[in-house]
Nanobody, 123 residues
């Protein structure tokens, strides 16, 4: 089965940096857009950044200039470099992707969510 797993979260001081990773595993033929979402307590889950299969990126206004998304297609991995972190960035960060995979010899596309990784920005 295909799995999507995030890592790299933790506790960081305001102004600090973290790099999140999201790696897909399984019988993967390809991955379209890979996106990072976050959900703070009492808030709706929001899109933070996305990157297409061809490397085009988009960011939420709140993180533009501070976060950078990238991907390594050979490793089926996306990264979110987060700089100049603010307390309001505190949230569980989730990776999301549409993954083309094989079920036997049948190719299908499914949407997957990672389990989430906690990012806490606090002094």
């Amino acid at each position: 089965q295909v799995q999507l797993v995030e890592s790299g979260g933790g506790l960081v001081q305001p102004g600090g940096s973290l790099r999140l990773s999201c790696t897909a595993s399984g019988s993967i033929a390809g991955i379209s857009a890979m996106d990072w979402y976050r959900q703070a307590p009492g808030k709706q889950r929001e899109l933070v950044a996305g990157i297409s299969e061809n490397g085009r990126t988009n960011y939420a206004d709140s993180v533009k200039g501070r976060f950078a998304i990238s991907r390594d297609n050979a490793k089926h991995t996306t990264y979110l470099q987060m700089n100049s972190l603010k307390p309001e960035d505190t949230a569980v960060f989730y990776c999301n992707a549409d993954i083309r995979s094989y079920y036997g010899d049948v190719l299908r596309t499914r949407n997957y969510w990672g389990q989430g990784t906690q990012v806490t920005v606090s002094s």
